[in-house]
């Protein structure tokens, strides 16, 4: 079952800016992430969801509603948090809380307090006198106390220091097992290595592809780090040796090759004409497989 689906969704704001016929869908329980670099079109794509603004062509749709004619009645049941966070002024920051748990019809002030509590938010103060961190951990909070069954996450953890980010990738996790459904952008690939069943990327208002864990984590070739003794033996491996080389270091006299599935045993055989100062396995990452995808044009 879809929770979100997005159908050639376009808005055009002219010199090549905007989301051009974006597609995708995000099944219940699932949680997508939503890659690219800054000005790509993902905040865009959000405010759709949103339905903060109408695109010029497709559609976007939550739960079966459409986000611009339904958008709130969508808002009732969904967790937002956006990626640039502007609170009203005037308001302290409990105001601000006990607000958005009117517009949501929730008053349950025990998990409000639990994630006061591990944000080290005091929201007493007023917000327009709150840090960027501040605001955004007020957000965070608000995005998640009534435990929604839909989340949309921008940039989550923007602002955040070290400690708050890794708070927020567990609380996500911890939504994630709880069944919720996750629609999360950003351009940090560890973040959404750690919380995505699959990653959508885009680039230049357009999705260039969608991929799951499974085939960045398992179906790629596997990489493997050796440090030579001699540059002699470096040199006559690269010249020889009929694996792909990732990428070499001269000065270090060590590569990174990669080894297809079912392969290792010729690779470990072929190296050992060789003196190694030692051999590593590289785990392959969201990041390795997005460079790779980019560098071939579009094909992995």
Do not use: W
């Amino acid at each position: 079952m879809n929770v979100i689906e997005v159908d050639r969704l376009t808005k055009d704001y002219g010199h090549g800016r905007g989301i051009f016929d974006v597609t995708f869908e995000v099944h219940k329980g699932e949680t997508l992430g939503f890659l690219g670099p800054n000005g790509a079109g993902k905040s865009t794509t959000m405010r759709h969801l949103m339905g903060f603004s109408r695109p010029h062509s497709g559609r976007a749709e939550i739960g079966g509603m459409d986000c611009s004619s339904k958008h709130h009645e969508i808002l009732k049941n969904i967790g937002y948090l956006p990626g640039e966070v502007a609170l009203p002024d005037g308001l302290t920051g409990r105001d601000f809380i006990e607000m958005m748990q009117n517009m949501r019809g929730t008053k349950d002030n025990g998990r409000t307090e639990e994630l006061l509590k591990l944000f080290r938010m005091d929201p007493g103060g007023n917000v327009k006198r709150m840090s960027i961190g501040e605001k955004r951990k007020l957000a965070i909070v608000t995005a998640f106390m009534s435990d929604p069954d839909i989340l949309l996450l921008d940039e989550p953890t923007s602002g955040l220091d070290p400690v708050m980010r890794d708070a927020l990738i567990e609380l996500i996790l911890e939504q994630k097992r709880r069944g919720a459904t996750v629609f999360m952008s950003s351009h940090i690939f560890k973040e959404l290595e750690d919380t995505c069943d699959r990653v959508a990327f885009i680039r230049n208002g357009k999705l260039i592809d969608t991929v799951g864990r499974d085939v960045y984590a398992e179906d790629m070739p596997k990489l493997y780090r050796v440090g030579f003794a001699e540059e002699s033996q470096y040199n006559e491996f690269i010249s020889r040796t009929k694996f792909q080389i990732e990428s070499s270091n001269d000065k270090y006299n060590h590569l990174v090759a990669a080894v297809p599935m079912g392969e290792i045993n010729g690779f470990i055989r072929e190296l050992s004409d060789y003196d190694m100062r030692y051999m590593r396995y590289v785990p392959y990452s969201l990041e390795m497989y997005y460079r790779k995808f980019i560098e071939n044009g579009g094909n992995i």
